[in-house]
């Protein structure tokens, strides 16, 4: 694993996030911060060093700046984040014959008083939300005075955390920091916090805050990581790193160019000269009249004949109209045209570029497994393009089944909170979800399934 200093105390992970083909703010660069730890761990001369999270310190930012612009990104965060928390984080018991069940959240006094300071169930809406975005979510757990229970347990935005360079006498990252503005670190607005793992066992860290005296720690929850020593680089994030997410947000763009310099014409009509020679006629010794007038006369008809034709061909009355010209017999035997409408190619109305944003959308949805029938497209090439009731109750349910490693990671949560503060080994938690059935098969038309 290889860290380079980027900055003075700012170091940058060869594994973290690469940059994105978008722009980006060419202020984000941050400023350089050098804290002296506080423990006695380091010594004098020892510095806690931020590991910079994508080469600008700016890849969370950069993500959801993204998702923010790109519509179908948000929905399907959005239906991930659904499938993944259910109807909410529901308790579990085992019955006399061993069979799981449901039980109440008022059969267990200290988890309601717990709920009652924590609200666990927007602790977890935010939790999930964060981990589906970003494959990490940093939970920080505020301790007792006797450092028996955990009183509250607080989501920090990912975006305004980072990590600490790990300790190479331990192989351990110990620290993260924490700053709500990254684009202007300092010594006053950066905090630094103890760090364990998901992996360790909640008596040992217990036991090390006692020795310590840590009243508080952060635990920086994750999905599976790929060869990451810090920051996660999740599957997902493919299609906004690799020019998708560039095509998508170009096509409003130059949409908008094209309409802006678009000439709103919508018929271009040729006159040919000869029109007006014989419109006018031949005078007595047999030359055309059109020839006699002046330039400014030529011109007045002119005008007069493209209003005219102007008023043939506009407004409602035009509806289904119909239009005769003559043609005149050349010399050679050929006919000319007198009057020529040619209507002009509107480039808009083809639906130019549309193809190439909804192939990015798709893209994106794949990426996060999400089946385009979710979210009101259907399969590329298939012959329902809004997708099927069936496709739709198909393709969540499917989602759901496969949230079940996801949820492992996100229920780590609960049962650290379960064992440290003591409530039963036998209560177990879950996110059910209901799924959509058919009225035949189910009265109210829906189901509720635990994975």
């Known amino acids: 694993m290889s860290v380079r200093e980027i900055s003075p105390g700012i170091y940058f992970s060869n594994h973290s996030i690469a940059k ?5 703010d060419p202020g984000s660069v941050p400023t350089p911060i050098t804290i002296k730890a506080d423990d006695t761990e380091y010594t004098e001369v020892e510095k806690r060093k931020i590991v910079s999270w994508g080469e600008d310190n700016n890849a969370a930012e950069v993500v959801l700046n993204l998702i923010k612009q790109i519509g179908v990104a948000g929905k399907v965060v959005q239906v991930a ?12 018991e085992y019955d006399d014959e061993g069979k799981i069940v449901k039980t109440p959240l008022h059969k267990h006094p200290k988890v309601k008083e717990f709920n009652k300071r924590n609200n666990l169930n927007l602790l977890y ?8 975005i970003h494959d990490l979510c940093p939970v920080e757990f505020i301790l007792s005075k006797d450092y028996r229970s955990i009183n509250k347990a607080v989501r920090h935005q990912p975006v305004h955390f980072r990590f600490c360079v790990m ?8 620290w993260v920091a924490l700053c709500a503005d990254w684009k202007n670190p300092t010594k006053e607005n950066v905090k630094f916090v103890r760090c364990f793992t998901q992996y360790d066992y909640w008596e040992d ?9 840590i009243h508080k720690f952060i635990i920086v929850y994750h999905y599976v990581k790929n060869g990451e020593i810090y920051y996660n680089q999740p599957f997902w994030h493919a299609p906004l790193k690799n020019g998708w997410a560039d095509v998508i947000l170009s096509v409003p763009e130059v949409k908008n160019i094209i309409a802006a310099n678009q000439t709103h014409i919508k018929y271009l009509i040729h006159i040919s000269e000869e029109y007006f020679k014989r419109a006018y006629g031949p005078d007595e010794n047999g030359s055309w009249n059109w020839d006699n007038f002046s330039a400014e006369e030529q011109e007045k008809k002119k005008k007069e004949l493209k209003q005219a034709i102007d008023d043939h061909l506009t407004g409602k009355p035009a509806a289904g109209r119909s239009m005769t010209a003559p043609k005149f017999l050349n010399r050679d035997g050929t006919f000319v045209k007198s009057i020529e409408i040619e209507p002009i190619d509107d480039k808009l109305k083809d639906g130019a570029y549309l193809p190439d944003a909804s192939a990015g959308n798709y893209e994106i949805a794949f990426a996060k497994g999400v089946d385009p029938a979710i979210i009101g497209a259907g399969i590329p090439g298939g012959k329902n393009q809004s997708g099927s009731g069936s496709d739709k109750r198909e393709a969540y349910t499917i989602l759901c089944a496969n949230m079940v490693i996801n949820r492992t990671i996100s229920l780590l949560l609960f049962y650290f909170l379960r064992d440290w503060n003591g409530w039963g080994d036998d209560l177990q938690a879950g996110f059910p979800n209901v799924v959509l059935t058919t009225l035949d098969k189910e009265t109210s038309g829906q189901t509720e399934v635990i994975n």
């Open 125 to 132: 809406s935010e939790f999930i939300n964060d981990l589906e």
């Open 20 to 24: 994105f083909s978008v722009d980006k």
């Open 81 to 92: 984040t659904a499938a993944h928390f259910g109807t909410g984080l529901t308790l579990f």
């Open 167 to 174: 300790n190479e006498k331990t192989g351990r990252i110990e």
């Open 205 to 213: 860290i217990q036991e090390y805050c006692k020795e310590k005296n």
